[in-house]
């Protein structure tokens, strides 16, 4: 990897003013990201993640702070950013009345391919993205996975240097998800530079070199996948009881033995601890302990910290319940994507 | 997947900047697209040129003109305007559309003259004007309008309307560009063209109004593109009438369009 950096933050600040209140969505970001890598920009709804990616692909002007990517000033020199990057905006934004073709055409002309080239371009983006079938289809026809696909087409339309996709993977099946995950690792091995923002932390683990965490408009940590869950305690225990009433039981169990704090989540069945680097032991006398005690437990797992621990860590406050950020105590890595071909 | 993806995504040579005329034809080509796959949106260009050019002319042209051969002369290069001026409302619409679907980001993040997505779009209008245009007035010669300016009076009326039209598009511009959703532009311009149209010689001659309203008839620019169209197309124009309508074009223009572009380039 070489030392240039591809997009470079300082101090961004973008507040939005309504009647009566000022939203603070990014308040003082600074990225670094070097060529050819892949940053992942983790954080719950609202944190600011869509803002600052906006900013960065010249959409939104920042209140203040200076942004360069590949070296142009994102305000002074839009128009060398807008020939540089590729975006595939959190919301589909192809259009939805034309066909895949006339999408993927219409953009090619835009980037100014001759007709001849635009349409060998349209052709061979279709047939690798596997929606040669579909390209006479109005796109308002396609799937959630097809959709997905022919946005991300229409942001490689110019071959991009750096590429900024927002939450490119919510919404899609494991399947999907995986063949968006590959396209990514395609593109970066051809020397591209990814941003992507994400709310799943086995995503970021998965394909960022870097990461980080934003709440509030502020990165409230940064470093790679490892470095942000050894913050958290190497490992976590994650168990579901079957009896909801057997929680609170459960709980104190496992905390007395662990000698750890847990963690209840937002499913009444679950709870997780973070298993102190000298309490390994202690975790193989757990499920006797529980069974001495008469509560049976159907699921239990030893992994890596999930976004809510890491969350918990880092801001003394677990995700909002109503994050779709991945059954809130499970254990990331065994969630749905794990038996999915590579 | 791999090796497909790879090639495909691979660019050997990097194209050239298109120029603003290049981008703007394909917005243009865009719109016409969007016609194609939707054509219900003509629908209503389609539709109410012939609802109100048959009932005015048989419910009340024997009670306005004496008969309806009479009254359908002076009805309708009204009737044409009043078509064309609502149509121009879907400039708004459509483009508050694409604001509130997000394929606008897309194109605010393309490295392209700024202004083609809007100048593009207002070719494509084109089509639509004339799609009306040939409605009203292929209905108008079946229901016994015999303009006596002949086909040229009638083209150039119809040219002298397109080019106000494009004026007035900017106002909808704005309109699309400030206002939340696409209904809210079509409520809006409705109530601003409404008054502008019935308030207007339109369907009768102001002689036979009460003077405050005749007043407001008389400057009502509606009125001056009215007698403006009739008169070439009778084949007696009105040299200062289409004067005025064409001062007014360019002001109009000259005014609302760097206006628009300015909202449209500050839009977040
Ligand atoms: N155009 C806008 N006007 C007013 N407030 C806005 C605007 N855009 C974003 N916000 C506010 O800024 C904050 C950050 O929004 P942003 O979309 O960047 O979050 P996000 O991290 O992308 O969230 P999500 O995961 O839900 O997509 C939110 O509180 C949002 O309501
Ligand atoms: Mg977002």
């Known amino acids: 990897m070489s030392d240039s950096l591809a997009v470079e933050a300082q101090g961004l600040v973008k507040h939005f003013t309504s009647r009566k209140s000022v939203t603070k969505a990014v308040d003082g970001i600074d990225l670094s990201i070097a060529e050819g890598s892949v940053f992942g920009l983790l954080g719950p709804n609202g944190a600011g993640k869509t803002t600052v990616v906006r900013m960065l692909a010249t959409l939104l002007r920042p209140d203040a702070g200076t942004a360069r990517v590949l070296g142009h000033d994102v305000v002074r020199d839009a128009d060398a950013v807008r020939s540089a990057v590729g975006l595939t905006g959190q919301y589909a934004s192809v259009d939805e009345d034309l066909t895949g073709t006339e999408n993927l055409l219409m953009l090619a002309r835009l980037y100014g391919f001759a007709p001849a080239a635009a349409r060998r371009r349209t052709q061979g983006l279709l047939e690798a993205f596997d929606l040669a079938d579909a390209g006479a289809r109005q796109v308002k026809t396609y799937s959630g996975g097809m959709r997905r696909r022919i946005d991300l087409a229409a942001s490689l339309v110019l071959a991009p240097r750096v590429l900024f996709l927002d939450e490119p993977t919510t919404g899609l099946d494991p399947r999907s998800r995986n063949q968006v995950w590959d396209i990514v690792r395609v593109l970066v091995e051809d020397g591209a530079t990814v941003l992507l923002t994400t709310q799943y932390l086995d995503e970021a683990d998965q394909l960022a070199d870097r990461i980080a965490v934003i709440d509030h408009g502020r990165s409230i940590a940064e470093g790679t996948a490892s470095e942000l869950k050894r913050s958290v305690g190497e490992g976590a225990v994650h168990l579901r009881v079957a009896e909801v009433a057997d929680r609170v039981k459960a709980a104190e169990i496992t905390e007395r033995l662990l000698g750890a704090e847990v963690t209840l989540g937002s499913d009444p069945h679950a709870l997780s601890a973070r298993v102190p680097d000298e309490g390994t032991d202690a975790v193989a006398g757990l499920l006797p302990a529980l069974a001495d005690a008469g509560i049976a437990v159907p699921e239990f797992s030893l992994g890596q910290p999930s976004l809510d621990e890491v969350f918990l860590a880092l801001t003394g406050q677990p995700l909002p319940d109503d994050e779709p950020a991945g059954g809130t105590s499970s254990a990331p890595g065994q969630r749905e994507t794990s038996e999915a071909p590579r | ?268």
Request: proline share 6%; no cysteine.
């Open chain 2, 1 to 268: 997947m791999t090796t497909t993806l790879r090639d495909a995504v691979a660019l050997a040579e990097r194209p050239a900047r298109p120029s603003p005329l290049s981008t703007t034809l394909t917005f243009g080509w865009r719109a016409l697209l969007k016609i194609k796959h939707v054509p219900e949106q003509l629908f209503d260009v389609l539709v109410t040129p012939v609802i109100f050019t048959l009932m005015f002319t048989y419910l009340f042209g024997g009670a306005l003109a004496g008969s309806t051969q009479a009254y359908i002369q002076f009805l309708l290069p009204g009737i044409l305007v009043q078509t064309i001026l609502f149509v121009t409302i879907y400039t708004g619409y459509t483009l508050n559309t694409d604001i509130s679907k997000g394929v606008f980001d897309r194109f605010r993040s393309l490295p392209i003259w700024r202004p083609s997505p809007v100048v593009g779009a207002l070719l494509g209008d084109t089509v639509r004007y004339t799609v009306a245009a040939v409605i009203t007035i292929t209905l108008g010669l079946i229901l016994g309008f015999r303009p006596d300016g002949g086909l040229g009076g009638v083209l150039l009326g119809v040219l002298l309307l397109l080019v106000f039209a494009f004026a007035l598009s900017w106002t909808f511009i704005i309109l699309g560009l400030l206002v939340r959703s696409p209904n809210a532009v079509m409520g809006v311009s409705m109530i601003v063209l409404m008054p502008l149209t019935f308030a207007s010689n339109v369907f009768v001659d102001p002689e036979t109004m009460p003077s405050g309203l005749r007043a407001f008839v008389s400057v009502n620019p509606v009125s001056h593109l009215v007698t403006a169209v009739r008169g070439l197309m009778a084949g007696s124009p009105d040299a200062t009438e289409i004067v005025w309508v064409l001062i007014a074009s360019v002001v109009l223009t000259a005014v609302l369009g760097p206006i628009a572009m300015r909202i449209y380039r500050s839009k977040s």
